[in-house]
């Protein structure tokens, strides 16, 4: 066997290892209807915008964030010419999604020699959402909280609530319904 057949059985065994050590992605890991939100103090939503974006428990506008780092979204119905404000208090998840949206993927090309690229192939990163929609009795403005993965195709997962936790920081209070079958 040659040196370049030995690399690519390497590679494509490493591959498989790494690829099974991920778990696949359950509606558990999604808050479920019932769950509550807490938004701990007011947050500004800029003009003509109509999100929020949570990263390592920073509020930041989306140019702020890394994409490939996992992060939350607060969103309200719709933009308005001037910064609306999302006062404190809890809201009900009244419905709870995950999907993969693969609209944001776009193909990597790894460099390599032609027997290793032929083993890994073409890869592509997708967004693993988790998309919570909202109620609130006092602001009828918010819409759904979301937050996004992007992870390699097939092989991702969506965020935890540990994750997710992570991202929103102290300006949210995740509180599930029920702990049963959700990763903290």
Not at 75 to 83: F, L, N, Q, S, Y
Not at 85 to 97: D, L, N, P, Q, R
């Amino acid at each position: 066997m040659s040196t370049c057949h030995v690399v690519t059985t390497v590679l494509i065994a490493a591959a498989l290892v790494g690829g099974c050590s991920l778990r696949p992605s359950t509606a558990g890991d999604a808050l479920a209807v019932g769950s509550r939100l807490e938004l701990t103090r007011d947050l500004q939503v800029p003009p003509r915008r109509w999100s929020v974006y949570f990263q390592e428990g920073q509020a930041l506008r989306f140019g702020g964030i890394d994409t490939w780092r996992g992060y939350c979204e607060l969103k309200v119905h719709g933009p308005m010419p001037r910064a609306q404000t999302i006062k404190a208090g809890v809201f009900e998840v009244t419905a709870s999604e995950q999907f993969i949206d693969r609209t944001a993927s776009r193909e990597i090309h790894v460099a390599a020699s032609a027997p290793v690229q032929l083993a890994l192939g073409e890869r592509q990163d997708w967004n693993y959402v988790t998309e919570l929609a909202l109620a609130s009795r006092d602001q009828a403005d918010i819409r759904a909280f979301t937050c996004t993965r992007r992870q390699e195709a097939r092989l991702g997962r969506y965020m935890s609530l540990a994750e997710t936790r992570a991202a929103v920081g102290d300006w949210l209070k995740l509180k599930p319904a029920s702990a049963v079958g959700v990763e903290q």
